[in-house]
């Protein structure tokens, strides 16, 4: 069986690397440096327990007397050195990053992947089915976008986390931030689903699948969605980036991420107090982190929107 699949394996991947889209990554120093750069940062979140030195969220590993001190000079108490010093709480900067770094990227991937879906689904059913439907949904998706994004999660985010048990708000705070970013940024995918579905849907092959008995929903999955996911990943990527910068903003304004479970965003609100009293490294460093986070994602789906783009081939 290994024997069989192994030619088709190879098949695969020598027709990938002698695509077009391979070719031009090669070419082009920003896409390498950044994929290079976003794989870096993804990795070291994703093996954060076996990379960093302590947990900084577990209080029994903490020491008060590590507290503040400056990088790579050893503490005045207990003589301990640190990478990129410690916080008010003793807690290790650089473990705070990489945990932190965690909740950021796994609160800008689900809510691209929920706005993804959510987009997707309405800009399907706007472009095939017409109508008031589409009336409806395009019209939701005008007004929505008179108010700045930001707004509109702030908003979802107070809503929800108000009709939640305050018992459970710490618990489903990540989740309600999900909600809210997602709930306001699937506006653009939904527009350029419904303009890509009004063009394919009165193609050939869509009226051969109408003539042959198929379903509305079979001909939007099977037919249409596979011909416009092109622009969808290229948003898609985009999206990451402006998700994360949105996610630090709210934790960053105190509507995000719970002290229990900081992300970027905390982190540094956490360290913009301690600025103007010479801890200068609580905020410098994860500032960095998340800069060069969101620059990589942007620039990687700025390559690829223009890869992708038959007009610049």
Do not use: C
């Not at 509109?152 to 970013?181: C, H, N, S």
């Not at 402006?242 to 002290?259: K, N, W």
């Amino acid at each position: 069986m290994s024997g069989t699949s192994t030619p088709a394996q190879k098949s695969r991947l020598r027709t990938a690397l002698e695509s077009d889209l391979f070719y031009t990554f090669k070419r082009s120093p920003v896409a390498v440096v950044s994929t290079v750069v976003v794989l870096v940062l993804v990795l070291s979140a994703v093996f954060a327990p076996l990379i960093a030195p302590t947990n900084p969220f577990d209080p029994a590993s903490l020491n008060l007397m590590n507290g503040f001190t400056p990088p790579m000079s050893p503490n005045d108490f207990t003589g301990e050195t640190f990478f990129m010093g410690t916080d008010d709480q003793g807690r290790d900067v650089f473990s705070t990053i990489l945990y932190g770094m965690r909740i950021s990227l796994f609160v800008g991937v689900a809510a691209v992947l929920f706005a993804m879906v959510l987009g997707i689904t309405l800009g399907l059913l706007s472009g095939y089915l017409g109508g008031w439907v589409e009336t409806v949904i395009m019209r939701i998706a005008d007004v929505q976008l008179t108010f700045p994004s930001i707004l509109v999660a702030m908003l979802i985010f107070g809503v929800a986390k108000g009709i939640t048990p305050v018992e459970y708000r710490d618990q489903m705070a990540i989740w309600v931030l999900i909600l809210a970013i997602g709930l306001s940024d699937w506006v653009q995918f939904a527009r350029v689903v419904r303009g890509a579905t009004l063009v394919e849907k009165n193609k050939e092959y869509v009226e051969a699948a109408r003539l042959i008995g198929r379903r509305s929903g079979a001909i939007m999955l099977r037919h249409i969605l596979p011909n416009v996911l092109s622009p969808v990943l290229v948003i898609a990527t985009i999206s990451l980036a402006l998700a994360i910068i949105a996610e630090a903003t709210l934790s960053f304004l105190g509507v995000g991420a719970p002290p229990t479970q900081p992300s970027l965003g905390t982190l540094i609100r956490i360290g913009q107090g301690f600025l103007f009293s010479g801890e200068w490294w609580i905020l410098l460093f994860p500032a960095i982190t998340l800069l060069g986070l969101a620059l990589s994602v942007n620039l990687l789906g700025d390559w690829l929107r223009d890869a992708l783009n038959p007009r610049l081939r």
